[in-house]
């Protein structure tokens, strides 16, 4: 923060924060300086020359958006001859401008233009040129329009997308007064643009509007705009809904909170449209006769009850599990483990974090104590070296990205591990592209040439790992094999880029790591994530402000739903289940007898779903989740869900899970909903109800609530979901400091735990949360992977997320403007391959294994290595899960959705 | 595409060498323009946007997006010229040339020739006073020759 | 009293100095060796005292801004840029100087980036001077094969490349900040001032600009010292200036000549006067961005300060004569369209304002004289406008002509 300075502004004195921009400095304190190509978050243009001001020493008219407040400055805002220069420039813009109102947006010349009594045509003094100009427009962007007679060429649609979201895909075209804005050659639906709208937000006038909605939309007449949290991606982004008549039209990001400071991917900004789609679902569905048929919530619920209550009496209490949702909030999923402990009586709680993070998790939570981003999303941005690593950052997490797109502009050095090429890659200093199923031996590679070059942080590895030195020592002895040679004969990424990238990291300041699901979807994903760990040690890149490790979290509350509990190990906030202790605290705040509360683990994702199969698991209660999608090895799941006694799923759509249901209970949108998410960074986040639920669309956590209450159990009662927060802040000390309340005016990220506390924006800073304080090293040794290419299947298939489609696209789908940027399943092969088969882009082909068989369009891409393919797993027609093994990894039990072995053949229609 | 590539490749993948790019693409064109393909290949060779690319060769008066013919004929129409007469020299030029097959005609900025204003250009030589006269008969000659060719 | 061409300085005599062989002959390199031999606070101090002026048109002390350069250069990199982008109407000296001796250029280059360190120079030159390009291009050539560039020039530490950046038609470019923009290879866009080049220049380094003629004079300080070169000139204005001579003269052309000559002395001396049958009626002072002096204000002197005294400029040394046929209306028309076509359009004032004020003008040519000559003040004033709050150099220009054409001329309106 800077100091205050003193300065006089037309004869007053006013204390300004030093350094900081004027015209912002001014309008802050209270001077309505006119201005319209400046906003305070991109850099100053000086375009518009509407804010000139005078300054004592400075020869004529300055402009304060280019001026920095001093000590001491001296200004004239306003008088006769500043406004009337300020009228004369503000006739220029009017007249190459075409008056026509548009009440969607907010139109700053309009208002300005009122202001100087120039909306009147007659009190202009020249000519309207702006017919014989005549101004493009472009009407093919899917999420946009732009009209050139109304745009006063301010820049701000131009920063916005190349200082903000770091993207650069406008310019302006032309030259003087012909000028105007283009994206592409000048067609904006062929062009780059990913559609996020930085520059609808941006734009002062109605020269880029969004076209969903538009004609619902009236700023001047609006009824209302509520503020929340993006129900996509683990960032966290803060927007805020436009509702008229109970309908979302618009979603814009809100400026000056953190982590997004008003900016929004295309998702979060377009992406709202399936809360009030016609496919929701309305009421309680029962299967009957092999059919599922409306019915009353009461008939659905004392069903449910009486099902999971038979299968309990039956087969006992082991039979029984529950998929928790990380798509629901934190008060949802409390609620959830809840009733799982107390009504089913044991821990058999998961969710598809099993199958993301949950590997890495593991290797953090035992090297370095908490499975949660050690950093803010912030240091994205200020850290002199990002090591990304197995993570699409930019189409998985845009806004994160958009942090790591400014630090590359600064001269932050990137480096790239992938396997294929992600877009980060053209903001990198180096990518290493290794074999798939070879990450540990890069690892040690890199790790060998850091201790070669004597770039270990040793008084970090004597202060803050156990066994100091001699740790270290294990550690150097196991990866002296890894010299760049051998590691280059294992991985097949260049010595040299080995050597590179070894320096970069190795003599960073502060580097951070970003880890992603290239690195924990594998059988070994807790060994890469490991040596990942090792190699931040050894270098002290851990407990400081702006270093450490950080693996983005894929749905918008994966991280909080394990915070609060929905774990088969953990009560809530990381509460080992199986400690007594623990036990009885827990029972306590439940006010129940601690013998109830089992403390044996329970079953994780994919064993759920094994142990149905083995029909051991006989009821499953699923809420918000869709493994039938996001399952490996569909065929075995759906085997699985169709030998259970009893499936019931919770959602808001039909989804390929909820199709297999017995019953299916109507739940509410992130639209509809209070309560909280957790983002990666650890922040609490509020979401705040904008519209009421269709038909008899419930709240989660009172349909948790009407069963358990059906099953005769009494698991608590609450006025409101800051009730449920509340209990959830006894039951878990990382909360413990944190409400509803605080969260209203507070940006808080955990630990938080008491009421006075600020909450925690970098991790280990003193000590890391092991039980000796100190971060621990595990060597591990690179492990040939048992999935094999062979002459019958001789592909190795990766899989992954595109930008526009979130998850299973059970939301993303429901979007006319996601679908208009991708709406079909693609896999991506490497030229070469393609012409050994003879496949040209665009062509069908069929990928199978022994374990299925799907078919989708082939693109060659030469960013996937020869002999390696690549698919998204968005798309329900051709569900690559079908291929995926569900093989576990024995140390996280997550299933490696990144390496299977394949064939293709040509589909001839 | 290939020559276009070849062009590219001489230059290192710097941003400050787009407008050497650029000029040298469009000399080397059969129809000394930028077509889409070759902004394309520029903008994938910087790995910047087509926008980024079309907008610098949009803003610099030498470079066209638009076939032109084979020679390019241009007439200062700079103050000093302007004075000297450069408006009637172009009207003549044009009734000349106008719909000459191989000739491109058009108005350029000042060719630093004000000392024997007017000036034309042809192609990338400046000429001015009485070399013009020289000019026009030379160009006659070569079009008469590559035209029956 | 002074006399136009005394002992020149810039232009020297050869026909073929383009050669590599032939300007080595002619002193070439020589006070490059000199500054090779001394310290860098040496030359800039030598820079410093010779009170050499910008020659692009500003006419900024040259030493003041080398040492700022120098001064900023705390990381070990900066650059030097060369301002070949002379694009002001009226004004060929540098493609002269460029074409005829472009080694002088060269050593001036090699001295500067000496001074201030800078191992990178560049010459940012118009795309329309194609014979400058190839000469200097030879010359970079010939002088990098004969070590006087390239690495450990002549066997010193001091190593230097010097590379030609072809402009592609603006005439804003040659603005020193828009200039940065567009070797960075952007759109010709003015940054905002401050920082200055000296500050923040190419890439956000410290960079010194200079014309080619500021340059070209360099190897003459270095040479004979700052007091040798102070021995012509006024005390304010020290030194030769290139002028360039067009219009309805007998002998068009570039000369150069003593600062503080009467303009009057330039136009009949070296210019020849006018031609047979003629007479001289005005003359416009540094091109489109110039001023019109009436035939009574050509007693002034050449030189910054008398000449801003007068209202008038000195601009890039374009001195163009008008006799009886010139048409003022038609000047006119001709400078407001060249302002509009090469206005940016990032500001507004200018985008907006060029646009309109050439629409006034042409709207007042369809009327009578009389009209013409009460719409000149009107243009004035919206040109005043214009000037006070737009972005950059080029907004504050066409006032100058229009003003200056009221105050000086108007009665010769046609």
């Given amino acids: ?134 101004f493009p427009s472009d009407h093919s962007s899917p999420v946009l329009t732009y009209d050139g007679n109304k745009c006063i060429k301010c820049f701000r649609c131009v920063k916005a997308c190349a200082e903000i979201q770091g993207k650069e895909v406008l310019s302006m075209a032309s030259r003087g007064i012909t000028s105007y804005i283009v994206a592409g050659f000048g067609v904006w639906g062929d062009s780059e643009c990913d559609g996020c709208g930085e520059c609808i937000q941006l734009c002062p006038t109605a020269a880029i509007v969004e076209k969903p909605h538009r004609s619902e939309i009236d700023v001047y007449n609006s009824e209302k705009a509520v503020r929340t949290t993006c129900p996509y991606c683990g960032v966290g982004c803060q927007l805020e809904l436009w509702v008229n008549n109970n309908k979302i039209v618009r979603a814009s990001g809100t400026e000056g909170l953190m982590p997004n400071d008003g900016r929004l991917c295309v998702k979060g900004r377009f992406g709202y449209e399936y809360v009030g789609h016609p496919d929701r679902l309305t009421q309680p569905l029962i299967r009957k006769n092999g059919k599922l048929e409306p019915a009353g919530w009461d008939e659905a619920i004392a069903l449910v009850a009486s099902r999971f209550g038979i299968i309990r009496d039956t087969y006992g209490k082991d039979a029984l599990a529950g998929y928790a949702s990380a798509k629901a909030t934190n008060e ?58 197995g993570n699409n950052i930019i189409e998985t997490h845009p806004i994160t990205a958009t942090y790591v797109k400014r630090g590359a502009a600064k001269g932050q050095a990137i480096i ?99 880890t992603g699901m290239g690195m924990s979807q594998q059988v070994t994903g807790t060994h890469n994530v490991f040596s990942l760990i090792n190699m931040m040690l050894i270098t002290g890149q851990v407990g400081r402000e702006g270093a450490g490790i950080n693996p983005p979290r894929g749905q918008n509350n994966v991280q909080g739903a394990t915070d609060v509990g929905c774990s088969p190990m953990m009560y809530p906030g990381y509460i080992p289940i199986s400690d007594k202790e623990n036990r009885r605290r827990v029972a306590a705040l439940w006010n129940t007898d601690v013998e109830k509360l089992d403390g044996r683990p329970g079953l994780t994702t994919v064993e759920i779903v094994h142990a149905a199969h083995e029909g051991n698991i006989r009821g499953l209660y699923i809420m918000g989740e869709n493994p039938m999608m996001s399952d490996p090895n569909l065929n075995h799941t759906r085997e699985a869900f169709e030998k259970l006694d009893f499936l019931v799923v919770q959602d808001i759509f039909l989804t390929e899970t909820a199709q297999l249901a017995d019953v299916v209970l109507p739940a509410t949108a992130f639209a509809e909903k209070n309560g909280t998410t957790v983002s990666s960074d650890r922040r609490i986040l509020r979401t705040r109800k904008a519209v009421l639920p269709p038909g008899e669309g419930r709240q989660d956590w009172q349909i948790i609530l009407a069963i358990a209450a059906a099953m005769k159990s009494d698991i608590g009662h609450y006025s409101d979901e800051a009730a449920i927060f509340d209990e959830l802040a006894k039951a878990a000390p990382i909360m413990g400091g944190v409400s509803h309340a605080r969260l209203e005016n507070e940006e808080l990220q955990w630990p938080c735990p008491t009421p006075d506390h600020p909450g925690t924006p970098t991790l280990y800073l003193d000590r890391f949360n092991t039980p000796s304080g100190k971060a621990r090293l595990f060597p591990v040794d690179h492990a040939e992977q048992n999935e094999k290419t062979s002459t019958e299947f001789p592909f190795l298939l990766n899989t992954g997320r595109i930008l526009y489609h979130y998850h299973t696209s059970t939301m993303s789908r429901k979007s006319e403007v996601l679908n208009a940027f991708a709406n079909e399943a693609f896999v991506l092969i490497h030229p070469a391959d393609a012409f050994k088969r003879s496949l040209l882009s665009g062509q069908k082909i069929r990928i199978y294994n022994d374990r299925g068989s799907i078919e989708a369009i082939v693109k060659t891409d030469e960013g996937v290595l020869e002999g390696e393919l690549f698919m998204p797993f968005h798309f329900t027609e051709s569900r690559v899960n079908m291929l995926t093994r569900d093989e576990l990894d024995p140390f996280s039990k997550i299933a490696p959705f990144k390496l299977s072995a394949v064939n293709i053949e040509k589909v001839t229609s | 595409m290939e020559n276009t590539d070849e062009i590219i490749r001489k230059y290192p ?77 172009y009207t003549r030029l044009r009734s000349r040339y106008g719909h000459h097959p191989l000739i491109s005609l058009a108005h350029c900025e000042c060719l630093g020739q004000c000392q024997q204003a007017p000036a034309v250009q042809l192609d990338q030589e400046a000429f001015s006073g009485a070399d013009i006269v020289e000019l026009i008969r030379s160009i006659d000659k070569k079009t008469a020759s590559d035209e029956n060719s | 009293m002074k006399t136009p061409d005394a002992k020149r300085r810039i232009l020297r005599s050869g026909k073929t100095l383009w050669n590599l062989a032939d300007a080595l002959k002619a002193g070439s390199y020589q006070a490059f060796e000199k500054a090779l031999g001394k310290d860098t606070q ?152 401050p920082p200055f080049p000296a500050e923040k220049g190419l890439w956000g380094k410290p ?154 003008w042409i709207g007042g040519c369809t009327n009578n004289q009389g009209e013409r000559k009460k719409l000149l003040p009107q243009l004035v004033a919206e040109a005043r406008n214009i000037a006070q709050t737009c972005l950059c150099p080029l907004g504050q220009s066409p006032v100058m002509p229009l003003e200056s054409a009221m105050k000086n001329i108007i009665e010769l309106m046609d």
């Avoid at chain 1, 280059?488 to 990424?493: D, F």
């Avoid at chain 3, 020193?176 to 003015?190: A, H, I, N, V, W």
Wanted: net charge negative; proline share 4%.
């Fill in chain 1, 1 to 134: 923060m800077s100091r205050n300075v003193s300065v006089e502004i037309n004869g007053k004195v006013f204390s300004l924060p030093e350094k900081t921009n004027l015209l912002k400095s001014l309008r802050d304190a209270g001077f309505d300086v006119p201005g319209l190509c400046y906003h305070p978050r991109i850099s100053p243009t000086g375009a518009c020359r509407l804010c000139c001001i005078r300054i004592e020493g400075l020869r004529g008219i300055s402009m304060a958006c280019t001026l920095e407040v001093k000590e001491g400055m001296k200004m004239i805002t306003t008088d006769e001859e500043l406004e009337n220069l300020r009228r004369v420039n503000l006739e220029y813009l009017l007249s190459e401008h075409k008056d026509e109102e548009d009440r969607s947006t907010f139109d700053e010349l309009a208002e300005l233009a009122r202001q100087y009594g120039l909306d009147k045509p007659e009190n202009r003094s020249l000519p309207n040129i702006c017919d014989a100009l005549d």
């Fill in chain 1, 332 to 389: 949802d999923n409390y609620i959830f483990q809840k009733f799982i402990r107390m009504v089913f009586g044991n821990n058999n709680v998961d969710y598809c974090t099993r199958l993301c993070h949950a590997s890495t998790v593991t290797a953090m939570i035992r090297s370095i104590g908490d499975g949660a981003g050690s950093n803010s999303i912030a240091d994205f941005e200020s850290a002199d070296c990002l090591f990304v690593t």
């Fill in chain 1, 416 to 514: 790239v591990v992938d396997p294929r090429y992600t877009p980060l890659v053209r903001y990198a200093k180096v990518w290493l592209q290794p074999k798939l199923g070879t990450d540990v031996a890069l690892l040690n590679g890199l790790i060998h040439v850091i201790i070669r070059e004597g770039w270990i942080d040793q008084t970090f590895i004597e202060n803050r790992i156990e066994d100091g030195m001699q740790a270290f020592l294990g550690l150097k002895e196991l990866v002296s094999r890894y010299d760049p040679a051998e590691t280059e004969r294992i991985t097949g990424v260049p010595a040299r880029l080995i050597e590179e990238a070894a320096r970069i990291f190795g003599s960073a300041k502060n580097a951070i790591i970003a």
């Fill in chain 2, 13 to 89: 993948p710097a941003r400050e060498y787009l407008l050497s790019m650029l000029h040298e693409l469009q000399d080397a064109d059969p129809g000394k323009y930028l077509t889409e393909a070759s902004l394309t290949r520029v903008a994938e060779y910087l790995q910047l946007n087509k926008a980024v690319i079309k907008g610098v060769a949009d803003y610099y008066s030498m470079l066209s997006q638009r076939p032109r013919k084979k020679l390019l004929l241009q007439v200062c129409g700079s103050l000093m010229c302007h004075h000297a007469g450069s408006a009637e020299l």
């Fill in chain 3, 42 to 193: 040496e030359i800039l101090e030598e820079i410093f005292l010779s009170g050499l002026r910008g020659r692009g048109g500003a006419g900024f002390p040259t030493g003041t801004k080398t040492k700022a350069v120098h001064t900023s250069n705390t990381h070990g990199c900066s650059y030097v840029v060369c301002n070949a982008d002379e694009g002001e109407p009226g004004t060929f000296k540098d493609r002269i100087l460029m074409e005829e001796d472009p080694h002088l250029l060269l050593e001036g280059l090699l001295i500067a980036s000496l001074a201030v360190r800078a191992s990178h120079a560049y010459i940012y030159i118009r795309g329309e001077y194609g014979r400058s390009i190839e000469r200097l291009q030879t010359a970079i050539d010939e002088a990098r094969k004969a070590s006087w560039l390239g690495e450990g020039i002549r066997g010193s530490s001091f190593s230097l490349d010097i590379e030609i950046m072809r402009g592609a038609g603006s005439y804003l470019c040659g603005e020193e900040l828009t200039l940065l923009e567009s070797l960075e290879g952007k759109r010709g866009y003015p940054r905002i001032k």
């Fill in chain 3, 207 to 360: 960079t010194l600009v200079n014309n080619v003629e500021t340059l070209a004079n360099l190897p003459y300080i270095m040479m004979h010292g700052a007091a040798a070169y102070r021995s012509l000139g006024t005390e304010a204005s020290p030194g030769t200036k290139l002028v360039c001579i067009s219009g309805d003269v007998k002998n068009p052309g570039v000369y150069e000549v003593e600062m503080g000559t009467p303009l009057k002395d330039i136009i009949h001396g070296p210019g020849g006067g006018s031609r047979e049958g003629d007479e001289i009626c005005f003359v416009l002072l540094g091109g489109a961005a110039g001023t019109f002096a009436s035939v009574s204000q050509l007693g002034i002197p050449l030189c910054y300060d008398a000449l801003r005294k007068e209202g008038l400029s000195l601009g890039s040394g374009a001195i163009m004569v008008f006799g009886k046929n010139a048409s003022l209306k038609d000047i006119l028309q001709n400078i407001l369209g060249f302002f509009k076509h090469e206005s940016c359009g990032k500001c507004v004032p200018c985008r907006t304002g060029t646009y309109h004020l050439m629409q006034s």
